[in-house]
C-alpha cells in the first residue's frame, strides 16, 4: 500500500527510502567510529616515523579525498547515472573502511582512508538526489528532515559503537565500516532510478551562478563555526566542568541525539518557513549555543550550550540541502550537491586551522564566544539578503 503527498502524488516504497536513509548515515560514520581506537592506534604505531602526525592524518584524510572527489563523481553520475555510482561508492567505502582492519603501516591506512573518503563523497551526493527524485518537490522538506535525523542517530551509534569496540582493540571500530555491504544489496534490490521532472514553477540554476555560491559559502560557514565544538569542546569541557573521555562522549551524542529531534521535526518547520528564515535561524542557534558554551562556568551551563547548537546542526543539512536541491534542475543535482559536499567538507579541514591559533591566543572559551559572534554576523547577512530579495 502506497502513501500519497498532499499534492496526491504517490510516494516511493518504504523499503526504497529505508535503504536511502540507511546509506546515509554512512557518512556520518566517516571520522566519528574510530575517534576512540587513536589513542590505541597511536601505541601500536609508536615505533613509524612521524607516528603522532599521521595517526591524526588518519581522522582527516577522507575529508580530504571527499573535497577533491565529490565534484566529479558528482559529475560522473550525470552520464552513468547515480546508482551505479552509489553502488561503486559503496564498494570502495567497504574496501577503505574496512582496511584498517588488517593493514599495518600508516602510509597503507593513510591511503586506505583516502578510499574511503572516495566512497563518501559518492554516497553523499548521490543518495541526496535520489532520495529527491524519488519524491514530489512538496515532500522534499519531510523526507530531508528524516534524512537529517538518521544521520544525527548514526552519529550516536558510531559514537557508542566506535568506543565499546576499541575497548577490545583499536582495529575494532574499523568493523563498522563493512555495514556498508549489506546496504549494498539492498541498493541494488531496491533503489532504481528515477525519472525526475522539474516543476514548472520551480527556481532553477546551474550549479556555478552566483546565488548557489552563495550556498555553498552558508555551507562552509556553519560547518566551520559548529565543528569547533567536536574539536575544542572536549578540552574546554575537562577545563570547566573537570569532564573526562566518557562525559565528553556523552556530551558530543547528546549533540547527535537533538540533531536527529530536529530533523524528525523538519517537515514542519519548512511547511511554515522557507529555507532562507531556515538557514538564518541555523545561524541564531550557532550564535547562541557557541556564545553559552564559552562563557560557561561549569559542565551544566556548558552541556546547555551544546544542546543549542546541536538545534543548529539538526537544521543545517536538510536546510541547506534543501535549499540547493530546490534551486537546481533535477539533472544537475548532483553536481550542486557535489559541489556542496566539497564545501562542507572543506569547513572541517578548515574550521580546526582557523579556530586554534585563536585558541592558543585568548582561550577556548573566546574562541567559542568568536565563534558565536561569525555566526551570528551570517545570520544577519542571509537575514538581509533575503529581505532585500523579497522586496
Same mark, same amino acid.
Given at each position: 500500500?502506497?502513501?500519497?503527498?498532499?499534492?496526491?502524488?504517490?510516494?516511493?516504497?518504504?523499503?526504497?527510502?529505508?535503504?536511502?536513509?540507511?546509506?546515509?548515515?554512512?557518512?556520518?560514520?566517516?571520522?566519528?567510529?574510530?575517534?576512540?581506537?587513536?589513542?590505541?592506534?597511536?601505541?601500536?604505531?609508536?615505533?613509524?616515523?612521524?607516528?603522532?602526525?599521521?595517526?591524526?592524518?588518519?581522522?582527516?584524510?577522507?575529508?580530504?579525498?571527499?573535497?577533491?572527489?565529490?565534484?566529479?563523481?558528482?559529475?560522473?553520475?550525470?552520464?552513468?547515472?547515480?546508482?551505479?555510482?552509489?553502488?561503486?561508492?559503496?564498494?570502495?567505502?567497504?574496501?577503505?573502511?574496512?582496511?584498517?582492519?588488517?593493514?599495518?603501516?600508516?602510509?597503507?591506512?593513510?591511503?586506505?582512508?583516502?578510499?574511503?573518503?572516495?566512497?563518501?563523497?559518492?554516497?553523499?551526493?548521490?543518495?541526496?538526489?535520489?532520495?529527491?527524485?524519488?519524491?514530489?518537490?512538496?515532500?522534499?522538506?519531510?523526507?530531508?528532515?528524516?534524512?537529517?535525523?538518521?544521520?544525527?542517530?548514526?552519529?550516536?551509534?558510531?559514537?557508542?559503537?566506535?568506543?565499546?569496540?576499541?575497548?577490545?582493540?583499536?582495529?575494532?571500530?574499523?568493523?563498522?565500516?563493512?555495514?556498508?555491504?549489506?546496504?549494498?544489496?539492498?541498493?541494488?534490490?531496491?533503489?532504481?532510478?528515477?525519472?525526475?521532472?522539474?516543476?514548472?514553477?520551480?527556481?532553477?540554476?546551474?550549479?556555478?551562478?552566483?546565488?548557489?555560491?552563495?550556498?555553498?559559502?552558508?555551507?562552509?560557514?556553519?560547518?566551520?563555526?559548529?565543528?569547533?565544538?567536536?574539536?575544542?569542546?572536549?578540552?574546554? #569541557?575537562?577545563?570547566?566542568?573537570? $569532564?573526562? /573521555?566518557?562525559? =565528553?562522549?556523552?556530551?558530543?551524542? +547528546? *549533540?547527535? @541525539?537533538?540533531? &536527529?529531534?530536529?530533523?524528525?521535526?523538519?517537515?514542519?518547520?519548512?511547511?511554515?518557513?522557507?529555507?532562507?528564515?531556515?538557514?538564518?535561524?541555523?545561524?541564531?542557534?550557532?550564535?547562541?549555543?557557541?556564545?553559552?558554551?564559552?562563557?560557561?562556568?561549569?559542565?551544566?551551563?556548558?552541556?546547555?550550550?551544546?544542546?543549542?547548537?546541536?538545534?543548529?546542526?539538526?537544521?543545517?543539512?536538510?536546510?541547506?540541502?534543501?535549499?540547493?536541491?530546490?534551486?537546481?534542475?533535477?539533472?544537475?543535482?548532483?553536481?550542486?550537491?557535489?559541489?556542496?559536499?566539497?564545501? #562542507?567538507?572543506?569547513?572541517?579541514? $578548515?574550521? /580546526?586551522?582557523? =579556530?586554534?591559533?585563536?585558541?592558543? +591566543? *585568548?582561550? @577556548?572559551?573566546? &574562541?567559542?564566544?568568536?565563534?558565536?559572534?561569525?555566526?551570528?554576523?551570517?545570520?544577519?547577512?542571509?537575514?538581509?539578503?533575503?529581505?532585500?530579495?523579497?522586496?
Amino acid at each position: 500500500m502506497t502513501e500519497t503527498t498532499v499534492t496526491g502524488v504517490a510516494r516511493p516504497p518504504r523499503p526504497l527510502v529505508a535503504t536511502l536513509l540507511g546509506v546515509s548515515t554512512m557518512t556520518i560514520m566517516a571520522s566519528a567510529t574510530i575517534t576512540p581506537a587513536l589513542p590505541g592506534m597511536e601505541r601500536h604505531f609508536a615505533g613509524q616515523p612521524h607516528a603522532e602526525l599521521l595517526v591524526r592524518l588518519v581522522l582527516t584524510m577522507p575529508g580530504l579525498a571527499i573535497m577533491v572527489s565529490a565534484p566529479l563523481l558528482a559529475r560522473l553520475s550525470g552520464r552513468t547515472g547515480r546508482v551505479p555510482v552509489l553502488a561503486a561508492c559503496l564498494v570502495l567505502y567497504t574496501l577503505g573502511g574496512g582496511s584498517g582492519l588488517f593493514l599495518d603501516s600508516l602510509p597503507a591506512l593513510l591511503a586506505g582512508r583516502a578510499l574511503l573518503g572516495v566512497g563518501i563523497a559518492g554516497v553523499m551526493t548521490t543518495s541526496t538526489a535520489l532520495l529527491a527524485d524519488h519524491h514530489d518537490t512538496s515532500d522534499h522538506g519531510r523526507v530531508l528532515g528524516l534524512q537529517g535525523a538518521a544521520m544525527g542517530f548514526g552519529g550516536v551509534v558510531a559514537l557508542l559503537l566506535g568506543g565499546v569496540l576499541a575497548a577490545v582493540d583499536w582495529r575494532g571500530p574499523f568493523a563498522v565500516y563493512l555495514l556498508a555491504l549489506p546496504l549494498l544489496v539492498l541498493v541494488l534490490r531496491y533503489v532504481p532510478e528515477a525519472d525526475a521532472q522539474q516543476p514548472p514553477d520551480a527556481e532553477t540554476a546551474t550549479p556555478w551562478q552566483p546565488r548557489l555560491l552563495g550556498r555553498y559559502a552558508v555551507m562552509f560557514l556553519g560547518v566551520v563555526v559548529f565543528y569547533t565544538v567536536p574539536t575544542q569542546a572536549p578540552f574546554w #569541557l575537562a577545563e570547566v566542568g573537570g $569532564a573526562g /573521555p566518557a562525559a =565528553a562522549g556523552a556530551l558530543i551524542a +547528546a *549533540v547527535n @541525539l537533538v540533531m &536527529t529531534v530536529v530533523g524528525l521535526n523538519f517537515r514542519w518547520l519548512r511547511a511554515r518557513w522557507d529555507f532562507p528564515v531556515l538557514v538564518t535561524a541555523m545561524f541564531v542557534a550557532f550564535a547562541v549555543g557557541l556564545v553559552v558554551l564559552g562563557v560557561a562556568g561549569g559542565l551544566a551551563t556548558a552541556a546547555v550550550g551544546m544542546v543549542v547548537v546541536g538545534v543548529g546542526i539538526g537544521l543545517q543539512n536538510p536546510a541547506v540541502n534543501g535549499w540547493v536541491v530546490a534551486s537546481v534542475a533535477p539533472g544537475t543535482r548532483t553536481k550542486a550537491l557535489g559541489l556542496l559536499t566539497s564545501a #562542507l567538507f572543506l569547513g572541517q579541514f $578548515a574550521s /580546526p586551522l582557523l =579556530a586554534q591559533p585563536v585558541a592558543d +591566543a *585568548v582561550g @577556548l572559551g573566546r &574562541t567559542f564566544v568568536f565563534a558565536g559572534v561569525l555566526a551570528a554576523v551570517v545570520g544577519v547577512v542571509v537575514a538581509v539578503v533575503h529581505f532585500l530579495r523579497r522586496r
